[in-house]
């Protein structure tokens, strides 16, 4: 049973536009939640993270949006550029576990490519 | 700022056979984790470590085992090896104790194929 789900294995966006990845999860206690990046034969970049206190947090290009009601985040890339082409994971946990993120409830990935 | 480091990048073991897979945690990190990753998967949460003892474990099975040295490095064993443990895997380290949460670093992992 699939707590972290991403239902869109892939997504293809042309340079410049925007880019949406969606990610929806199943249990309420989860209350922090991350987006990783991963290229070929290298092991997943965090991106940006967002707790459940929050709707909204945005880094440069990369904004997180979280509505708890519908257990849904996405993630939105502004502009989108070739060097984004990646598989985007996003990821959940219980932000009180040990102390750090050690348990992370990972969805099986959306493979973004950015047409030049 | 030194990121985390694993080795072996490849290895090809036997079905049954043992393996030791290790990990150079992020400088100023002192917790590690593992995950697997098998081919179209997310990451699957398999035990992390913190202060030399594991603190926390997912759904797997005793024949996976890991250590933590001082220096925060660390090892994933795996006994009797399956088909099924054909992956990659991935280590990755974080900060207990620092200011707000600690976004998991990840290594470059080691992928594993058992014949």
């Known amino acids: 049973d699939q707590q972290v789900k991403q239902n869109s294995p892939s997504l293809s966006v042309q340079e410049g536009r925007i880019s949406i990845l969606n990610c929806d999860y199943t249990?309420?206690?989860?209350?922090?939640f991350l987006w990783y990046k991963k290229y070929p034969a290298e092991g997943p970049t965090f991106l940006i993270s967002?707790?459940?206190?929050?709707d909204k947090n945005e880094d440069g290009r990369f904004t997180v949006f979280l509505n708890k009601s519908a257990k849904h985040l996405s993630l939105h890339i502004v502009p989108s550029q070739p060097g984004d082409s990646a598989v985007y994971f996003c990821a959940a946990s219980l932000m009180n576990y040990g102390g750090s993120q050690g348990n992370l409830i990972f969805g099986k990935g959306t493979k973004l490519s950015v047409k030049p | 700022e030194t990121g985390v480091t694993q080795s072996p990048t490849h290895l090809i073991k036997t079905r049954g056979q043992q393996v030791t897979l290790r990990c150079s945690s992020q400088?100023?990190?002192?917790?590690v984790s593992w995950y697997q990753q098998a081919l179209g998967q997310g990451p699957q949460f398999i035990f992390q470590?913190?202060?030399?003892?594991?603190?926390g474990r997912g759904n797997f099975p005793p024949r996976f085992s890991g250590l933590q040295f001082p220096n925060y490095s660390s090892e994933l064993n795996v006994n009797a090896l399956e088909l099924d443990d054909s992956a990659l895997y991935l280590c990755?380290?974080?900060?207990?104790?620092?200011?707000?949460?600690?976004?998991?670093?990840f290594g470059n992992g080691t992928r594993l194929t058992v014949t």
């Open positions: 400088s100023g990190h002192n917790t």
């Open positions: 470590y913190y202060r030399e003892e594991e603190n």
């Open positions: 249990n309420s206690m989860f209350d922090y």
């Open positions: 967002i707790s459940s206190i929050k």
């Open positions: 990755a380290s974080s900060l207990v104790g620092g200011l707000g949460p600690s976004p998991l670093h």
